[in-house]
């Protein structure tokens, strides 16, 4: 969602904010803004609606410097997307704020704020921390003191960071229910709400943790926890590096991320299979005794990673020989669950901050649920520092909001605790062996099903104009069409929805004419022919189909009927293969239709709120 920055140092500290605020855009914004104290000790303020590039133009006409300063990118959730709206907010020019998150009772202290004569500049929830800081502050308190009597007064989640101008050697920073991280350097500190954005400046961060305020200084970095007492977090070195977020010799971001997944799923089996087998220990210290304790699973996430885990659904039952529940987190925080005993819950996200998902796991601890294990691309995330167990997927910093890499590496994440779960179960070890294997070979077989990309490149055509697409697939694959929906509505603002094709008649056929593409996902496999029929049924009422097919489906391109061989694919790995050509296919629609493909409309990278 969201993205802070903020820096307190000797030297001109606005290039640091821009360039933070730049690394940020992959998160998903609507306005930029940045404050700083000025020589004269005055705030100076600049906000501007759309990219940061336009925010970067205002800072150069206005000659904007200062050596201690805040900056944010905001994702509107109160309020419209424009300049009054956006980050940071003030109070009466002696104090500046930008936050991540939603206040739930603002209206409430908005009132009270109105009463004691404060005016509103917004309509944001926000601009109620800026007033009640300044209250505190108008008591004769210190930014610190006055923070922490803010935050106490607030419900709902934030990460918040605050400079005034009476103080102008500090930032006050804090967090609960949204990310933050402080970096550390030498004579100079600085905050942010993921570490892309420090990475020029500092590879050494501490994460905050669940109710710690921060005081933050040149000289050093105090935190408190949510008691109010003085703690020490761990200092921890970033293995990511300045060029891990650039785009590089890529069009976009998401292409350079659908190109990357060969390297990204061999990171995330490495060290973590061999001999045939699946090391378990990759799970943690604890995660034998967790495994031989697990009878059932319950899956949790959100969005993509929701249709990750309906694959995985498949796979433990088929595979492991174990009940498998699948939910969106959304749902499962606010309804009664019954749990039954020894079940493993799975938290599946990206970031590890996805509000829901983290809310979920938190949830299932209180429900009683024997473990939880968390599927995550962040090592330093909430999701991974609260779960019991962490597979982390390793697939690098993913920028295009569309999912791409986080998704496949998921896919391998999950099938390697399938096995480790299934060979207590039903999975016998040549089964295992067998699939290890497959996982093996998964890096090479996604190189060579990336060749079609020129051929997929050229279908796209055929989508550009159309204003709805069906997607089909049978087993473990309707979860794969229905990521292929997802990708192609999330960037190229085409209707598409996902069915199992055998529900086709049930409905969705009432759809189907010359005009609504179909694609499908046809695997050589026991399926098949049911899958063949329900092709037949989109044929006889005039359809365009589009079908990826294995190279031992005996279907041949004709008109109407367009097949693209993705080659032999085994059944174990196949849902994680068909993947790629449908994340091409949205790709070059998006493109076609010049769309913006790495930050698409009104969605953001990182869900942090409800």
Excluded at 294 to 304: K, L
Excluded at 420 to 432: F, L, N, P
Excluded at 460 to 467: I, L, Q
Aim: aromatic fraction near 6%.
């Amino acid at each position: 969602m969201c993205g802070i920055v903020g820096a307190v140092a000797e030297r001109d500290v606005v290039p640091i904010l821009l360039e933070g605020l730049r690394r940020l855009e992959y998160r998903g914004y609507d306005s930029a803004g940045v404050a700083v104290l000025d020589g004269a000790g005055l705030i100076e303020r600049l906000r501007t609606i759309g990219k940061v590039t336009g925010l970067v133009q205002a800072v150069t006409a206005n000659q904007l410097h200062g050596r201690i300063g805040i900056a944010h990118t905001r994702w509107a959730t109160h309020g419209q997307p424009n300049e009054r709206n956006a980050h940071p907010h003030l109070c009466r020019d002696a104090v500046a704020v930008v936050h991540n998150g939603i206040i739930e009772n603002h209206d409430e202290l908005r009132q009270g704020q109105l009463a004691a004569g404060y005016e509103f500049a917004s309509d944001t929830d926000t601009e109620v921390i800026a007033h009640q800081l300044h209250r505190y502050l108008s008591d004769g308190l210190d930014l610190y003191t006055a923070l922490r009597h803010t935050v106490h007064d607030l419900r709902g989640a934030y990460a918040v960071a605050a400079i005034a101008k009476e103080q102008p050697e500090r930032i006050v920073v804090a967090r609960s229910g949204a990310p933050l991280v402080i970096g550390i350097g030498i004579g100079e500190h600085f905050v942010a709400s993921d570490v892309a954005a420090l990475l020029p400046v500092t590879r050494r961060f501490i994460f905050l943790e669940e109710g710690d305020v921060a005081d933050i200084t040149r000289e050093g970095v105090t935190i408190y926890d949510h008691h109010g007492s003085a703690v020490e977090r761990p200092i921890r070195e970033s293995e990511l590096n300045a060029d891990a977020v650039e785009r590089g010799e890529y069009r976009h971001y998401m292409l350079k991320e659908i190109y990357e997944q060969p390297r990204a799923i061999a990171e995330t089996l490495e060290g973590r299979i061999g001999h045939g087998r699946v090391f378990e220990e990759a799970f943690g210290p604890a995660a034998k005794a967790a495994l031989d304790a697990t009878r059932r699973i319950y899956i949790v996430a959100c969005g993509t990673s929701w249709h990750a885990g309906l694959v995985a659904r498949y796979w433990f039952e088929a595979v492991a020989g174990i009940p498998c529940t699948v939910e969106v987190a959304s749902e499962f925080r606010y309804r009664q669950v019954v749990v039954e005993p020894a079940t493993l819950l799975i938290a599946i996200s990206q970031s590890g901050e996805t509000a829901d998902t983290l809310a979920a796991l938190r949830q299932a601890k209180r429900s009683g649920f024997a473990h939880t294990l968390a599927v995550c691309n962040v090592p330093e995330s909430s999701l991974v520092r609260e779960a019991d167990l962490t597979l982390m997927t390793r697939a690098g910093p993913e920028i295009g909001v569309a999912s791409t890499k986080a998704f496949t590496t998921q896919l391998v994440a999950l099938m390697l605790v399938v096995l480790a779960v299934g060979r207590r179960h039903r999975t016998s070890a040549e089964q295992e062996a067998e699939l290890v294997n497959q996982l093996a070979t998964l890096p090479r077989r996604v190189e060579q099903v990336l060749l079609l990309d020129p051929l997929i490149n050229e279908t796209a055509a055929a989508f550009a104009d159309k204003h709805h697409t069906l997607f089909l697939g049978r087993g473990p694959h309707y979860p794969i069409a229905l990521e292929g929906a997802l990708k192609l509505k999330e960037i190229s603002y085409i209707h598409a929805e996902a069915y199992p094709a055998g529900e086709l008649k049930h409905g969705p056929l009432a759809l189907v004419d010359s005009e609504m593409p179909v694609v499908a996902v046809a695997p050589n496999n026991a399926l098949l022919e049911k899958l063949r029929s329900n092709l037949e049924e989109v044929r006889a009422r005039g359809g365009q189909l589009y079908v990826f097919a294995d190279d031992g489906v005996p279907l041949v391109s004709e008109p109407g009927l367009h097949v693209m061989d993705v080659g032999h694919v085994e059944a174990g790995i196949s849902a994680i293969l068909y993947t790629i050509p449908l994340q091409l296919l949205a790709y070059h629609v998006a493109v076609l239709k010049g769309t913006d493909v790495d930050q698409p409309r009104n969605l953001a990278k990182s869900v942090t709120v409800e």
